[in-house]
Each structure stands twice: as C-alpha cells, then as structure tokens.
C-alpha cells in the first residue's frame, strides 16, 4: 500500500502543479459560445485505483481494489456542474473484519459510495484543449461483508469528499467524429480526464473513505 500512497501522492502534487499553470497561463476571457448554446449535461465513466483509510487493510483484505464509476452531470452555467456518481468498490479477504473488530473466515467486501458534488472548470473559450477543474461535496458510502458462511454485515457512512483533475478535448484530434458524434447522436464534446479524489466517511472511529486515482471519459450533450 505504501507504493501506492507515493504514486498517489506524487500525481495529486503533478495535478495541483499542472492545473495552477494553466490556471495562468489561460486567460480570462467570456466563452465564444453563447451560453444558450452550449451543451447542459454530461456522463462519465470512469476507472481507478482505491488505497482505503481503513486501519491494517493489508491485514483483511486483498491490496488496493480497482474502482469503478459512473456519473451525471448538470451545467449551472458553463464552469460550474452540479453531479451525482456511483461507484462500486469489491474485493476479498480473510481474517478479523474491520467493521465488527471480530474474527473470521473468507469475507467478501463491497463498497458502493454515492457522491454529490459542485465542481467548477476553468473553462473560458469552446473548443479549449486542457480544462482543469475542482470540486467536493457530501458523500454517503454504503458497505457490505459477506463471510464464508453466509453471514452478512451492512450499513452506510455520510461523509464528503474533495476532487481535482484535468480534461483533455479529444475533439481537436479528430474533427470529422467529433462532428459525426454531434450530428448523429447529439454529443458535443467529449474529453479524456485523469482525476484524484479523497473521501472521508468516518462513523465510530472507522473510516470507510480512501483516496483513488483516475482515469476517464466524459460526453457532453
């Protein structure tokens, strides 16, 4: 897990480094578009590494799961989005559960965090290559362990979480589908993005939330 925490760590301290260039390196300028124009909503999906903040991770479960996301999104106006997401997180283990401070057998571990969150893109002209952007907001993680017997143990913790990454216009690499995509099924732009994000969801002294890195794609309609 301590690879992980550097690798984490070192690509949270290039994205902070990054977005802070471009943030002045761009200029502040109204967008192009009109704002009537512009497109409202847009869906992600994305995949990632998950290092939890659970005390001895190693010691019940099985190294850092993949997670995997999905997310909508609605444009208040054109930087600030207001989303919804939902991930799911699942990974085995053996010995004492965490959750219950208790010994066991063979248990199942499923994750499911829903975030809410505000976010905002420096975004400042249509068509701009690198959009950075920040965002947080409330966090509910719902968790369940299923042992070798059949037991099962459930619950959620609130929490929040924060955000930080940046997107890539995949539109200025190839124009003859970005303009197939808009003219057929009405998708305006879509973007690569790489994305660090925290959780914290604590209840009892026990944390369910963790910090994970991703990589996705985003459609704006």
Same mark, same amino acid.
């Given at each position: 897990m301590s690879g992980f925490s550097?690798?984490?760590v070192s690509c949270k301290v290039m994205l902070v480094a990054l977005l802070s260039s471009i943030c002045l390196l761009l =200029? !502040? +300028?109204s967008l192009a578009k009109d704002e009537s124009m512009a497109p409202h909503w847009s869906f992600e999906f994305k995949v990632g590494q998950f290092e939890s903040a659970l005390d001895k991770w190693d010691t019940?479960? %099985? @190294?850092? =799961? $993949?997670?995997? #996301? !999905? @997310?909508?999104s609605y444009k208040i106006f054109r930087p600030l989005d207001?989303?919804?997401s939902l991930g799911r997180i699942t990974t085995s283990g !053996?010995?004492?559960f965490p959750i219950q401070k208790s010994v066991g057998g063979d248990v199942r571990f499923t994750l499911v965090p829903v975030n809410i969150s505000l976010f905002y893109r420096f975004v400042f002209h249509e068509n701009q290559l690198l959009v950075p952007y920040i965002g947080g907001g409330w966090t509910r993680i719902y968790y369940r362990q299923e042992t070798e017997g059949g037991d099962k143990f459930e619950g959620s913790h609130d929490g929040h979480h924060v #955000?930080? @990454? &940046?997107? &890539?216009?995949? %539109? $200025?690499? %190839? #124009?003859? $589908? +970005?303009?197939n995509l808009q003219q057929k099924v009405g998708i305006e732009n879509t973007y690569l993005f790489l994305e660090a994000q925290s959780i914290e969801a604590k209840e009892s002294g026990i944390d369910l939330g963790g910090d994970s890195i991703f990589l996705g794609l985003l459609l704006e309609y």
């Open positions: 550097g690798t984490y =200029p !502040v +300028a019940y479960y %099985d @190294g850092n =799961p $993949s997670l995997l #996301k !999905v @997310g909508w207001i989303g919804l !053996v010995g004492n #955000k930080l @990454g &940046i997107q &890539i216009l995949l %539109d $200025s690499f %190839d #124009k003859r $589908s +970005a303009r």
